[in-house]
Structures are given as structure tokens and as C-alpha cells.
């Protein structure tokens, strides 16, 4: 193991960076924030990264790959580009299958021990990559990334979305977004940008993201015919695909699903169809009089995810835009088709999620997981929000983030951030980083709940920090201890109380006097 402290990272955390080095595979090192509490032992912290820099050293992830003997590297204009032999199945969920434990595997049993009381092992992670439960997004052509694990037996992730659109934004604030991102707590960032730097944008944010980088295709395929869906064509998404592909992108979100059948379904709600790649879809199959052609494609698809194992995020196009529209039959149609495309996805060898709701009231969320697990089995479901109520624009990082823990809670892999400006306007770095924070919040909460040992450890090490008005330590376990040292202020740490109730008020005090640990 080694270390570094912080500020050399830009991760807003207290405690210091360690690394934690791999056993099997010797050039594994796993970064952890470690913290030790006065009077305990060091708790580790899972530490989602650090945006990389240009100057930085090679990544680790580069050697791996290097001394692969299944995947071809060419040499283009742009860089190398790396894919699967002829006739290599090269795909984690393949290699998991025929019981090989990548370093992948292994990097990520040590990042879910972080912290933990029982270690998960290398072994476990196979098993679920290789039955579908879990996913871990890494793209041959992304050697920057550090592997994480998506799947309902490990802690909940989040994902922030970050992007350009239009003339709104640029490729250097959408980098500083998704540096934020990452160091408030991201696990993943999907690149939404559409505009004419979208190429540029992504390449910026692919170099410089230590987490998997997800995309949404149709956008940049819909730019490639001047915003003209009626014009996409299976040739053209298939080009952007692939271009993607040779980039680097690790999980993509696909709207198959989107039928014509489910479309007539929502005809009749409250606000339509909200996706962005779901109205896309709408709008080429109403032209065309044809069924969506990324279903009917979809085999296809898979072949090219599969060479660069590149994940596939199915996409949800016909989520509910606002809580009435929750859990009718477009909705539950649309997820149904899901399913079947997960086993053709399986059956490639392609890893594979599931995106869900959207806006659903607190009481329809359960129906939500049960009908998930009728139709895409164990398959990780990644959900936006889910936003139980349509009345609080503004701050839809609350709505969110409550639907969010209640589903988390009960089996959901994937959080997507939703930011204050939710329906209002495009996010900028403060929304970003409320939003991470708020779901960050979220998935801890649901891990609590789910009885995760590392989150028990974590609450209970920072309970006994503020009953022991440890303010520095209190700070240091905190989601967000930027925050938390900002309200603390320039109060002394040696004080037994803080301004809330004051000295001869404070209940933790009074109660520390009877039991003889304070001065009376
Ligand atoms: S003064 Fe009140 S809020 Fe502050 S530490 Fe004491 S009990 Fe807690």
C-alpha cells in the first residue's frame, strides 16, 4: 500500500489517499481515502478518483491491456485503437463465464472490501459478472478508467450526467464538470453533449475521466443528419457506434425498446414521451411507417459492443415525464421488450443494464422492482431519480434523491443524479456538485439500509465523533466535509457544544455529565 495526502488530489475529502495494491495481479493499485478517527482505528473510504491531467504518468489499466493476447491494437491518426481478435470473446461477462478473473475483477473486489467487515472476493465478482447481476463498464479503448462495479450485491452507484448543448457550454467546463463530478462522488458521468464539439467534448472528458464515460449515440447520430430524425438511418447510428466504440466509451444507452405499440400506449398521458432518444425514436418511426430500427438491428449492435466491450445501458424512452403517467401500460410494455433484449445481449456476451423510471409517487416504486425482476431477471437496474413528485421545480435533487434511496434501497444499482435545475435549464458546476451530493447521499442511505457493513462502519465511527464532539473527525467521515467545515466554521474543535442549542442547552453535553464523561 501506499500514500498520498490530500490536497494532492482534488477531492474535496478529508483523511489521506492510500492505495491498496491488487494480490493476484501485483500492478493493481486501488485508491482509498483513509481516515483515522482520534482514539480508532483507520476506517477506508471508497474514493471514486481523481480527473487524470495531461502530464500524468500512464494509467495502470494500460499495462492489462498491454499484455492481453485477445484484443489487436492498430495504430490510428488519432491514437491506438484496440478490439477483439477475429473469433475472441473478449467482453468481461465472456471472460467471467470461462472463469477467468481479470484485473478488472480483482480491482474491484478490493474497492467493495473498502471498509467492509467480511472482504468481497475476486471469485465473487466473477460469479455475478458471469451470471448478469453485475456489470463493470471498461472499454478496451479506455486504459484512463478505474474498473468499479455496477450490480444490487455491491454498494449503490451514482452517475452524473454532464454535457454541452448547443451554444450553451464548452469542452473545457464540461472536463470541470466532470473533474467535480468525480471528486464530490460520481462513479460514473454520462457525456449527453449534442452540438458541433460533441466529438471533441467527449474525446477531452474520455482522457481525462478516471470513471466509465457513457453516451447516448442517437444524439450524435441525429447531429450527423443536421437534426433531421426522419433522416437517421441504420448506417449512419451504426458509424457513430462504432467511432464511439474506437474512442473509448464504456457503456452506451440504447433505445431499442421504443416499439411502435408502446408509443400508441402513451398517447394518451399527461406529458408524452420525455426521453430525448425515446421522442428521436417516436418521431423516425411516425416518418417512416416502420418499427424502430434499433430493435430490429439489435443483434448487430451487439456484435460491435461485444469487440470493444462496450456495455449496453437499455434505455427507458417511454419513462413517466411526471408522477401521473407512472407505471401504465407504455411504461411496463416498453420494459418488457427490455427484457427480451437483455437475453440477446447475454447471449453476445455483452454486459448489460436496464434504465427505469423517471417520475413515480412514493406507493408505485415497489411495483417497479417486481416487475423489473419478472422481466429482466437479475440484469442491474439504473433509474433516473425516480422524482416522486412534479411540484418542487428547482429542487428536483430532493424529489429525486428521495425516490432514489427508496429504490436503491430495495435492489436499484444505479442512481442518476438529477440537479436543481431539473426541467428548468442546463446544469452548471454548483448544480452538479448539489445534485452528486444529494444522491450521494441517496445510495449511502440505501446501503445502510440494505445492511452493507462498510456504511454501518462509516455512521457508527462518525456517531461517536460527534457524541465525543470530535468536530474534525465528524467533518472528515462526511459525504460532503466541505460543507461540513464551512458550517462548523472558525468554532474552536476543543468546544463540547455548537450554537444549534448552545452550552447550557446542549442535550449530547447534559447527557455526557450524567453518565459522568462531563464536567456537570
Ligand atoms: S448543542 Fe445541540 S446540536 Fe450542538 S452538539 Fe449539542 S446537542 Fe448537538
Not at 73 to 95: F, H, I, K, S, W
Amino acid at each position: 500500500m501506499s500514500a498520498e495526502t490530500f490536497p494532492s488530489s482534488a477531492a474535496p475529502c478529508g483523511g489521506r489517499r492510500v492505495f491498496v495494491a491488487g494480490t493476484r495481479h501485483a500492478d493493481i493499485a486501488v485508491p482509498c481515502r483513509e481516515v483515522t478517527p482520534r482514539g480508532e482505528a483507520p476506517l477506508r473510504l471508497y474514493d471514486t478518483g481523481t480527473a487524470r491531467r495531461a502530464d500524468d504518468p500512464p494509467p495502470q489499466r494500460l499495462a492489462w491491456l498491454e499484455r492481453r493476447d485477445d484484443i489487436a491494437a492498430d495504430m490510428r491518426q488519432e491514437g491506438v485503437v484496440r478490439q477483439a481478435r477475429p473469433g475472441r470473446r473478449v467482453t468481461q461477462r465472456d471472460l467471467a463465464r470461462a472463469g477467468v478473473v481479470t484485473p478488472e475483477m480483482e480491482f474491484v473486489a478490493i474497492r467493495e472490501s473498502l471498509g467492509a467487515a467480511e472482504p468481497v472476493s475476486p471469485e465473487f465478482v466473477r460469479d455475478e459478472v458471469a451470471r448478469g447481476a453485475a456489470i463493470i463498464p471498461a472499454n478496451l479503448n479506455h486504459p484512463e478508467v478505474e474498473p468499479m462495479v455496477i450490480g444490487r450485491n455491491f454498494r449503490v452507484k451514482v452517475n452524473a450526467n454532464i454535457g454541452a448543448s448547443g451554444n450553451v457550454s464548452g469542452t473545457e467546463a464540461e472536463v470541470a464538470k466532470m473533474a467535480d463530478a468525480v471528486a464530490w462522488g460520481a462513479d460514473t458521468v454520462m457525456d449527453l453533449s449534442t452540438g458541433p464539439q460533441i466529438v471533441a467534448t467527449r474525446r477531452a472528458i474520455l482522457r481525462a475521466a478516471p470513471v466509465p464515460v457513457g453516451t447516448v449515440p442517437l444524439y450524435e447520430a441525429l447531429q450527423r443528419v443536421n437534426g433531421r430524425a426522419e433522416d437517421l438511418s441504420w448506417e449512419v447510428y451504426r458509424d457513430v457506434l462504432v467511432a464511439q466504440a474506437e474512442q473509448g466509451v464504456d457503456y452506451v444507452t440504447i433505445h431499442a425498446g421504443v416499439l411502435r405499440p408502446h408509443l400508441a400506449r402513451a398517447a394518451h398521458r399527461v406529458t408524452g414521451v420525455v426521453s430525448r432518444g425515446g421522442a428521436i425514436v417516436a418521431r423516425w418511426c411516425a416518418a417512416h411507417r416502420r418499427e424502430n430500427f434499433l430493435y430490429q438491428r439489435f443483434a448487430e449492435i451487439c456484435d460491435i459492443l461485444a469487440a470493444f466491450d462496450m456495455a449496453v445501458s437499455l434505455g427507458d424512452g417511454l419513462r413517466p415525464g411526471c408522477t401521473a403517467d407512472a407505471n401504465d401500460a407504455a411504461q411496463f410494455g416498453e420494459l418488457a421488450t427490455l427484457g427480451e433484449l437483455a437475453r440477446v445481449a447475454a447471449e453476445h456476451g455483452v454486459q448489460t443494464m436496464i434504465e427505469g423510471p423517471g417520475h413515480v409517487p412514493m406507493h408505485k416504486i415497489a411495483e417497479n422492482m417486481v416487475r423489473h425482476a419478472e422481466a429482466c431477471g437479475e440484469a442491474p437496474l439504473y433509474t433516473l431519480g425516480p422524482l416522486v413528485t412534479d411540484a418542487a421545480p428547482g429542487f428536483d435533487h430532493i424529489t429525486g434523491a428521495i425516490g432514489g434511496a427508496m429504490i436503491a434501497a430495495q435492489g436499484v444499482s444505479m442512481l442518476c443524479v438529477v440537479t436543481p435545475k431539473e426541467h428548468l435549464g442546463l446544469p452548471d458546476r454548483d448544480d452538479v456538485r448539489a445534485g452528486v451530493t444529494a444522491f450521494r447521499i441517496a445510495a449511502h442511505a440505501a446501503d445502510l439500509a440494505k445492511g452493507h457493513s462498510a456504511a454501518r462502519a462509516r455512521d457508527d465511527a462518525l456517531s461517536r465523533a460527534r457524541f465525543d464532539f470530535r468536530w474534525g473527525d465528524q467533518v472528515a467521515l462526511a459525504i460532503d466535509p466541505a460543507t461540513a467545515a464551512a458550517y462548523r466554521g472558525e468554532a474552536a474543535d476543543g468546544d463540547h457544544h455548537c450554537t444549534m442549542c448552545g452550552e447550557g442547552f446542549c442535550s449530547m453535553r447534559g447527557f455526557r455529565a450524567v453518565a459522568g464523561a462531563e464536567p456537570a
